[in-house]
């Protein structure tokens, strides 16, 4: 899908706007998603699909993407400010729906920073949510992970999985060029297919019982039907998106303290690190796929 040249003007007009005029609601405290990049929209699509009635925030450090090969303290610096600056626009409840932030920075936000500064602000991840039902998608006991090299190296998938399912054994394969692929718009490419045959055949190779693979980055649905063309069949694809969605809406549930403090406008707004031409890349995205909700993007210096 495209924009006609009036479409584009009216996305321009309101870049500078659109963010004020949704602070100027009488109670604006939306959730807030924050990812590296792009891939965070594939959670935050469907958590509105599932939760529809609460605002949005989301935050896309595209300037600075990937996270996937940065060291523990660089992610942890990074995503801290990130959180910090959607606490400062009102969110209260924020996901890191990024899976090298999760697995990098999550559990030091939670234990250290939260208590100290943030008592009544909770931030959760997008790891945990995927393992404790991976049991539920594999007879063989055999497990695949997708990820980048910061998620595999943090061994968070192979931690937390055996917390829920110690019998499961995890096979793992770093994937360092899909992202920066995905968030250049190359993954249609023909040297994209490369680099997804040649990953997925490593993971294969390390056990012919894999019966289950985790995409164990939000990017990774964007290039879903790519994989799958390497995958033989009776495997099973877990993406994050609705697995994410629904233990959202359980938590909210049972955290009633949280989600009266989750203002419902059914708004949607972007703050984005990147360039106009990212911008459009992002809106293309969602217009394509027909999302129901406004959309309110602008760009920001943070």
Known sequence: MFFNRNSLNKINLCLDLCYKEVEKKSIYQPIGIFDSGFGGLTVLK?????????????????????YGARSFETVYDYTLECVKHLFDKGCGLVILACNTASAKALRTIQQKDLPLLFKNKRVLGVIRPTTEIIGNYTRTGNVGVLGTSGTISSDSYVVEIKKFFPEIKVFQQACPMWVPLIENNEYKTQGADFFIKKNILELLNQSPSIDAIILGCTHYPLIEDKIKDYLPDGVQLLSQGKIVANSLKDYLIRHPEIEIGCSKNKTLTFILLICQKHLMLLLVYFMANQFPQTICPCKTNM
């Open 46 to 66: 469907e958590i509105v699909k599932e939760l529809p009635q609460y605002d949005y925030l989301y935050l896309g450090d595209n300037a600075r993407a990937p």
